[in-house]
């Protein structure tokens, strides 16, 4: 009975593998199973225990004995038990529940696999599902071209076959789309499939668990997921790097160097110094940006730390025009920022990985000091003395009939360039030459006098395009300096677009662009 038990419980398994619920299992199988064992002769319990103890294996049945149907001719491979790509492991569950969530294949994913977790890997499904994925697909695509695909079941098919054994590498609907154009003559797009039609049972849900495979969340959107479990991917990432790296209180640094970049069990650590007011520290992050951001800090702080004379004679002679020296505060930026500043300056501006570099740069910075915050009290005070008359310009403008767009993008751009700290993030190679944007800014409202609006209001929609979602973007996550590198790019296109008698630091394309922040 036992052995029946388990039998029937692997049985159920593999129909909701071939979403076939009670389809498999066959009492009379069962039956006619015994019935071919059990010796016609026997009639009583003595003799059935006395041949059974004899013949035991002789009764125990095999999956094959409680069905009716040949098992190999089901493809079960197509079904498998785990999903394994890029040298990570998922779990596969199967449920044939229509109208539950877990309808259809469930992957799951412990919640450190879901940084590597590909957004599109789940949209592949198994390879059981694949020739009736694919059809769906092809059939989901407009009439000309599904037209020009027939016979779907035959493409369908020979794309599932195709890719039985191959390991995913790209989003299914690239790869269909690819052989779908070969297979028909007629270019077919990823674009061109209308994916909200999968049915559900299509649709690969995934399910997010802890170390005691408890749930943590659940979805069909890897992406949103990411979104949802982001910072305790983070902190749990950085937790177990930090395991190794992190350590706090140093007033020098003496040992120890630290990479840009190294390589852990769960994937790419950032290593970096961090500046912790009156000390520094080491911590690993997760997020390349994030790290170089705080490696900036722990080096100025450093230089601070090993130099307080030329803190102190600096504090005092900050070469800084009046009108930044009122304006800085209120606009988020402190004297300690400028102060930091001109030591990442001193200390040449690039990253320091080891303590005896750190102490040959130091050495060379000593006098310094005052040469970096020169080059950024010029930059600032041609900042501030072309930020008055386009604040002007924009007051004046931003309700006029024609030109109130250029003031509301003009606006925007000032918010970007003027935010809180701008001066600690721009850094000190981008605030040497901060007051090119505000120059190019002038330039543009000049040039608006006298030449047509409309070539102004052209430039700016091929800008826009790009801008405007990355400015939402950054508008929410402010203190993120992943997207930073991005704005910067759009100020030097808007210098090339807008002011062409300002130079440019890099030439920056719209393809570039085009690939996204």
């Known amino acids: 009975i036992e052995k029946l038990a388990s039998l029937k419980e692997e049985i159920e398994g593999i129909e909701h593998k071939l979403r076939r619920p009670g389809g498999l299992w066959s009492e009379e199988a069962v039956l006619e199973f015994f019935e071919s064992r059990l010796p016609e002769s026997m009639h009583t319990a003595k003799a059935f225990h006395d041949w059974q103890s004899k013949n035991e294996a002789a009764i125990m049945p095999g999956l094959p004995d409680v069905v009716l149907e040949d098992l190999e001719a089901l493809d079960l491979g197509g079904y498998p038990d785990w999903l394994e790509h890029a040298g990570e492991e998922y779990a596969l569950y199967y449920r044939a529940t229509p109208g539950e969530r877990d309808d259809g294949v469930t992957l799951g994913v412990h919640i ?73 003559g007629y270019e077919i797009t990823p674009r061109s499939f209308d994916l909200e039609r999968l049915p559900e049972e299509l649709v690969t849900k995934i399910w997010v668990c802890d170390d005691e495979e408890r749930e943590i969340a659940f979805g069909k959107s890897v992406n949103a997921l990411k979104a949802k479990l982001g910072k305790l991917v983070t902190d749990r990432f950085e937790a177990a790097a930090n395991a190794e790296w992190e350590r706090g209180g140093m007033k020098s640094w003496t040992e120890g160097e630290v990479p840009e970049r190294v390589e852990t069990p769960a994937g790419p650590a950032y290593p970096a110094l961090v500046d912790e007011g009156a000390t520094v520290g080491v911590k690993a992050f997760s997020k390349p940006e994030e790290a170089a951001e705080a490696h900036r800090g722990g080096q100025a702080r450093l230089l601070m730390l090993a130099q307080p004379d030329q803190m102190a004679y600096l504090k005092k002679k900050y070469p800084l025009g009046l009108m930044a020296r009122v304006e800085l505060p209120r606009m988020g930026t402190s004297l300690e920022d400028l102060m930091a500043l001109a030591a990442e300056g001193a200390l040449g501006g690039r990253r320091i990985a080891t303590p005896q570099d750190f102490a040959a740069r130091a050495k060379d910075a000593k006098g310094k000091w005052y040469e970096a915050a020169t080059v950024i009290a010029k930059s600032l005070d041609a900042t501030f003395e072309a930020i008055g008359p386009v604040r002007q310009w924009i007051h004046e403008n931003k309700k006029d009939r024609h030109l109130s767009q250029v003031a509301a993008d003009l606006e925007e751009e ?69 997207l930073w590198e991005y704005g910067w790019l759009l100020e030097e296109y808007r210098l090339s677009l807008f002011s062409p008698d300002i130079g440019v630091e890099m030439k920056v394309s719209e393809k570039r662009l085009g690939e996204g922040f």
Do not use: N
């Open 414 to 482: 000032l918010a970007w360039l003027l935010r809180p700290r701008f001066v600690w993030k721009a850094g000190f190679a981008r605030m040497r030459s901060h007051d090119r944007y505000l120059r190019g800014i002038r330039s543009r409202i000049g040039r608006l006098a006298s030449l047509p609006l409309v070539k102004d209001l052209e430039k700016m929609e091929r800008v826009r395009k790009y801008w405007q979602p990355w400015f939402i973007a950054c508008t929410a996550r402010p203190e993120d300096p992943a």
């Open 112 to 184: 450190d696999q879901l940084p590597r977790l590909p957004d599109w890997l789940p949209g592949w499904g198994v390879p059981g599902d694949m020739p009736w994925r694919a059809e769906w697909m092809i059939r989901s695509l407009p009439k000309d071209l599904r037209r020009e695909c027939q016979p779907v079941a035959e493409a369908a098919q020979g794309f599932a076959d195709e890719w039985r054994y191959r390991e995913p590498d790209a989003p299914l609907e690239v790869r269909l789309a690819q052989y779908l154009t070969k297979f028909s």
